[in-house]
């Protein structure tokens, strides 16, 4: 099963999402369901992909969770709950609970809009870790350079836990990179509990001007980092429209993938996924 385990559905028109507002994002700035990506993953030989929050609420969550018990090919949910709720075992036991609940396989908080940049680390936010542990779920960490002591520090904290580093961290590839950037993704690799999304890399370069091979010495430092079994590819649709086409995202990383090893890049695109989530 070849799958994409990232990628979003949103109506600008039904809700607000606070960090679409800037201007450069108007092109993504209309409705994505599942009617959309259904004709790109036939297009691109993808089976299944995983569904992840776009805005810190509850009802989106619920939603996503409707979508995937309609959706065959939507194989699992990263949804998004308040980690500081103080009955949030409830509120998982709820969610698990409703149509396609069985569907919920991570948990994800944008952390990098946090100003705090230890907002993982407060105690609330350890505690609500700790509930979504307890549901078997997965947490996907949403950081930058910024936040990644903290993230650090949260993965060696809960060692049974399962981690997911989305984006590869958001690394500065249209600055060229940075020394801080690969010392701590390395740091995080260490932790044997945290897989590496290969996902969103080229709009973290200069949307009109990259290619593979520019994205390719931040691929191969994340495969030095996490090794060919916690790397896992998604494709960051449709954010990814800003830099180039469902295809050409997709190309592109398997290009890079591909050279640093045939077993790497059929890895990142399946089994890397289905383990990291524990999905069906």
Not at 12 to 38: K, Q, V
Not at 60 to 70: C, G, K, S
Not at 121 to 136: C, I, N, P, S
Not at 253 to 266: F, H
Request: net charge negative.
């Amino acid at each position: 099963m070849i799958i994409d385990a990232h990628q979003h559905f949103w109506d600008p028109a039904r809700a607000d999402y606070p960090w679409m507002n800037a201007p450069e994002l108007a092109p993504i700035r209309r409705s994505f369901g599942p009617a959309d990506l259904a004709p790109l993953l036939k297009e691109n030989g993808i089976d299944a992909s995983i569904v992840v929050q776009c805005r810190s609420a509850l009802d989106e969550t619920e939603e996503f969770l409707r979508i995937a018990h309609a959706t065959p090919s939507v194989i699992g949910v990263v949804g998004w709950v308040d980690l500081t709720d103080g009955a949030l075992g409830d509120t998982l036991d709820r969610l698990r609970a409703v149509p396609g609940g069985n569907k919920l396989v991570g948990i994800r908080h944008q952390v990098h809009d946090e100003a705090d940049p230890d907002w993982l680390l407060r105690e609330d936010v350890q505690r609500g870790l700790t509930a979504v542990f307890a549901h078997d779920l997965a947490y996907d960490f949403l950081v930058r350079s910024r936040e990644l002591p903290a993230a650090i520090t949260t993965a060696q904290a809960f060692p049974q836990a399962r981690f997911v580093l989305d984006h590869a961290a958001k690394p500065p590839i249209a600055g060229g990179g940075s020394t801080e950037w690969s010392d701590r993704i390395a740091a995080l690799g260490a932790c044997g509990n945290v897989w590496c999304k290969i996902s969103g890399l080229a709009t973290e370069a200069v949307w009109n001007d990259w290619d593979a091979e520019r994205l390719l010495p931040f691929v191969q430092h994340a495969a030095r980092c996490f090794g060919e079994d916690r790397l896992i590819y998604g494709s960051d649709w449709p954010v990814c429209l800003l830099a180039g086409s469902y295809g050409e995202i997709k190309d592109a990383l398997e290009a890079c993938l591909a050279k640093i090893g045939p077993q790497v890049r059929d890895k990142a695109f399946g089994v890397n996924a289905r383990v990291a989530y524990r999905l069906a």
